[in-house]
């Protein structure tokens, strides 16, 4: 290193292209644009874009990537050295940087906080490690075209990732339908095509499924996972693989959506309705609105697939911008088990008239020992985990609450059973008080029952019932299964926790339904059909003798969507609602959430006042009431929800920017917490 590399006061600016744009990471929305820094002459060679930088920002050192070098800078003033390349590894692609900036901008957050999601951090002894060899592209004579023959449109749809067109399509999968396979198919198309494909899948036990599928067809050296659970240096060289193009696919979840890979051709987001898709951190993007806005810049196919269809998932068939792949109703008639709801005929109550009432009627414990006498599994999907999570009046059914502070009763875990077998004493879940005396307030009864009885206690009530024969826990609180074999036995599981069996369960026993519909949330029914329906398509076809018994009355919509397997339906029906009451998708919304002043200020914004359109709902209290026992010390927490038609969906984020601007330049102590689109509006 020469003299002037060492001192400042003798660096030189390299002779072209001598000013770099640089993200730097500042956490503060009015600094949120690139800057312009001079690039010394000793990191001419090393300072290209996409490489980690430290430079020097209000007196301090921080970190940054530079974007792009330019020859002239439109700053007036002196601009400030780059202090040094921390590494010469290009990590930030120019088309990564273009989606983190379209993601901060759709969902009025800053662009290092997306920086952060899309660039894993730097482990030094990975990156001098030698890359691997490119992966060799698939033969498309030797692809196999049959699953998706079921499909109608479905060789259309290889033929267009074969051909590299940038086909957009919303797949419902058939009921038992593998559904691994059917990805891992499409993106052997797109490889033997010479383009790459990048699949989205929810949690670490679909990761692994539909990898094992990829290796099959594509070879291992051509697929690789990318998932948080890797550790620091693993996932940084299997990133760094992905970069360097040796590898064609990339299956992972949420934080593989910004993968860098080269020449994409197919965008895949598997299950777009789990709520594990949505980002828990600033600013809180969903997968599917992340590859949308990925395959829309690179022209590339984009295919949103699930067993169930969400409302976002069928706007885009309806507004055309996607076209559906589907079965027709013979198909899936043929390969979906009997589905059977309370009450949908008169001989099933005149058989059992408690069946309305009874957590478990007569036609489940009949489904359950047809299956079991029939040497397969049964499934037993339970709305919570725990034991007794909650309590009510066994007389009229209103919720037990202390009369101390009214809130909920519930029996702890440490008491949730007595030395006979009975639930112990009933304790409240807010100042935890003992209620060994209750009384309802409604009708003087003093019996408690359990309002929703969790996993645990109906795995022990089902052992009862059916004497001899082996249960098994999936979730709530138990390790979550792989698979089960296919051998008479009760799987008793939580939503999504409900392992695959070996052959098909004979049996699925949806208990508890009107539990899941309860939840005061603008989401519940759309994800309470997309549980029932992966935990149905688990089970044999019809013709083999499968059924699913849905402990809820058959004249609820959702129940006779899963009836009739018609998930498109309903997604179209929960459109059409939502549209008329003025709710995502049909329109967009934002929440902001603060202290009362903060979203004052924030609501007084002059952009969003000058915002044609803009609906304001609230504030309302989010914190702590008096009356909940909770302590009236803590600061009390307001939302407001805004809403405007789609067509000013933009304007209302760089609006809410805009107001995050201004309060960071003014120096708000009170952050504010803004969410676009947010997944839950309860």
Known sequence: MTRASRTRGEWRPAPALSVARVAVDVPLAHLDRP???RVPSHLDDEAVPGVRL??????????????????????GGRLAWIDRVVSPEPVLTAEVAALCRAVADRYAGLLCDVLRLAVPPRHAAVEAEPSPDVA????????DRSGWSRYPRGPALLRALEQGRAAHAVWQALPGE??????AEAAAATAAGGRSALLVVPDQRDVDALQAACEARIGACGVVALTAELGPAERYRRWLAVRRGAVRVVVGTRSAAFAPLHDLGLLVVWDDGDDLHAEPRAPYPHVRDVLMLRAHAVTAALLVGGTARTAEAHLLVESGWAREVVADRATVRAAMPRVIAIGETDGQLARDPQARVARMPSVAFEAGRAALAAGRPVL????????????ACAQCRETARCRHCAGP??????????????????HCRWCGRAEPGFRCGACGSRRLRANVVGARRTAEELGRAFPGVPVRSSGGGAAVLDRIRAQPELVVATPGAEPP???????????????MLARPDLRVVEETLRRWLAAAALVVPHAEGGRVVVMADSALPTVQALVRWDPAGHAAAELRSRAEVGFPP??????????????AEVLACGELARLAGVEVLGPVEIGADPGTGVDPGVEVRERALLRVPRAQGRALAAALAAAQAARTARKASDPVRVRVDPQEIG
């Open 380 to 391: 037993v999907q339970v709305p919570r985990g725990g034991y007794l999570p909650w309590l």
């Open 586 to 599: 049909a329109v967009r919304m934002a929440a902001v959430e603060g202290s009362a002043g903060a979203v």
């Open 35 to 37: 800057f312009d820094y």
């Open 136 to 143: 060799v592209a698939p033969s498309l004579d030797a692809l």
């Open 409 to 426: 009763l519930a029996v702890p875990a440490a008491a949730q059973r007595g030395g006979d077998g009975s639930p112990g004493p009933a």
């Open 178 to 183: 593998a559904w691994a396979d059917r990805l």
């Open 54 to 75: 430290r430079v020097r920002f209000a007196g301090r050192l921080v970190d940054g990537y530079l974007l792009e070098r330019v020859q002239e800078s439109g700053h």
């Open 501 to 515: 069996a070996d052959g098909g369960y004979g049996a699925a026993l949806l208990v508890d339904g009107w539990a």
